[in-house]
């Protein structure tokens, strides 16, 4: 069974550009999240779906960040305009919906440098 | 404060030493808890997940202190390969946001 998947694995760009990052999770995990580690700091959550709908986005940093989840498969995660503190890695997480526990499983993370 | 802190690395020790990791979170109605490793460079991947009545999966043995909001890892018999980051991580409710500690980087060297 593959894993979860991230889309591009690195990015570079300069500040005020706009870049979207894609996750696709374990076939059938209704449950998908977003984290961030900027440098020297902790993994740190962003939003979960919950199929299409967004359970939790309490840690999305601002406005210049939009998640979304159509169709309740795929997610794309978009910086428009970057800043140059958004540079940091971005992990996707997703869970099965069934699973009686709460294990998360992690993708490979897109590396993302803002010039 | 932040909500969950683990010991400050690095822990550098020879191989077979065994070493034990800290971890303390700060809110009182977490349920759920467990040990990820992470690789340089790579994503976190689940460890073992930590029981109130503590549990052990080979070299690996995890405890949990409910009262003094503590969690801790046993590494014995230490291998080269056990060399990674370990991430405390703490969750609030089923299904829920993951809280990570900072993470505590070991070294494992021959």
């Known amino acids: 069974e593959a894993g979860v998947t991230q889309f591009p694995s690195h990015s570079v760009i300069e500040k005020g550009q706009t870049v979207t990052l894609r996750c696709d999770p374990i076939?059938?995990?209704?449950?998908l999240y977003w984290y961030r580690r900027v440098m020297g700091k902790e993994i740190k959550f962003l939003l979960h779906?919950?199929?299409?709908?967004?359970?939790?986005e309490s840690g999305m940093p601002n406005n210049r960040f939009l998640a979304e989840r159509t169709g309740g498969t795929y997610s794309t995660l978009k910086v428009q305009p970057a800043e140059l503190e958004d540079s940091g890695v971005y992990f996707c997480?997703?869970?099965?919906?069934?699973?009686?526990?709460?294990?998360?499983?992690f993708g490979p993370g897109t590396r993302l440098t803002v010039l | 404060r932040k909500e969950v802190e683990q010991d400050p690395g690095p822990f550098n020790v020879p191989e077979g030493a065994t070493v034990a990791f800290n971890c303390t979170y700060s809110?009182?109605?977490?349920?759920?808890f467990f040990w990820y490793r992470q690789d340089c460079r790579k994503e976190p991947k689940l460890l073992m997940s930590?029981?109130?009545s503590g549990n052990e999966d080979g070299r690996f043995t995890a405890q949990l202190n409910r009262a003094s909001q503590y969690i801790s890892l046993l590494i014995r018999d230490s291998k080269l390969s056990d060399s990674a980051t370990y991430l405390c991580?703490?969750?609030?409710?089923?299904?829920?946001?993951?809280?990570f500690g900072q993470g505590t980087e070991l070294s494992v060297k021959p």
């Open positions: 809110n009182s109605a977490s349920q759920s």
């Open positions: 997480a997703s869970r099965d919906l069934g699973q009686d526990t709460d294990t998360q499983y």
């Open positions: 779906f919950v199929k299409e709908s967004k359970q939790d």
């Open positions: 076939s059938g995990h209704d449950n």
């Open positions: 930590v029981y109130s």
């Open positions: 991580v703490v969750n609030l409710n089923q299904g829920g946001k993951l809280i």
